[in-house]
């Protein structure tokens, strides 16, 4: 059964400022043929969740839906995150560290932050 297709009141402005990104970024979004019109459309469009819905499966295919659900998925997190006093921190690494850690991080398969907690913990725990 196909998941139901909805744009939550709460969720209006991950979706607005996901699709303005999209355009601002990807040429064939949403298709290479259509995207002036769905831009226009999309400009002139009452930002509501009804009328956002309606833009999206009008010009959306079921890949571009997917990424959709996927930055709302991502927007909600950060802000749970956010006002449960888990919000992310941004470092700056060399490319080099990048590189080890990516490759660190692949190999045990976990994220990036994972594989530093993991890590780091072990660390702390020993030099305690």
Same mark, same amino acid.
């Given at each position: 059964?196909?998941?139901? =297709?909805?744009?939550? *009141?709460?969720?209006?402005?991950?979706?607005?400022?996901?699709?303005?990104?999209?355009?601002?970024?990807?040429l064939a979004f949403p298709s290479k043929e259509s995207q002036v019109d769905a831009n226009h459309s999309f400009a002139h469009l009452d930002k509501t969740p009804e009328k956002i819905l309606a833009w999206c499966e009008n010009w959306l295919s079921n890949? $571009?839906?997917? $990424? @959709?659900?996927?930055?709302?998925?991502?927007?909600? =997190?950060?802000?749970?995150?956010? #006002? $449960?006093?888990?919000? *992310?921190?941004?470092? %700056?690494?060399?490319?080099?560290?990048?590189? #080890?850690?990516?490759? @660190?991080?692949?190999?045990?398969?976990?994220?990036?932050?994972? #594989?530093?907690?993991? %890590?780091?913990?072990?660390? #702390?725990? =020993?030099?305690?």
């Amino acid at each position: 059964m196909a998941r139901r =297709k909805e744009i939550l *009141p709460d969720d209006v402005t991950a979706v607005v400022a996901y699709i303005d990104r999209r355009f601002g970024t990807d040429l064939a979004f949403p298709s290479k043929e259509s995207q002036v019109d769905a831009n226009h459309s999309f400009a002139h469009l009452d930002k509501t969740p009804e009328k956002i819905l309606a833009w999206c499966e009008n010009w959306l295919s079921n890949d $571009q839906w997917h $990424q @959709l659900r996927n930055a709302v998925r991502a927007s909600r =997190k950060r802000r749970r995150d956010r #006002y $449960q006093d888990r919000s *992310p921190v941004t470092i %700056t690494l060399s490319r080099r560290a990048w590189e #080890y850690l990516s490759l @660190l991080a692949r190999r045990d398969d976990l994220t990036l932050s994972e #594989y530093l907690e993991r %890590t780091l913990a072990e660390a #702390y725990r =020993k030099a305690r």
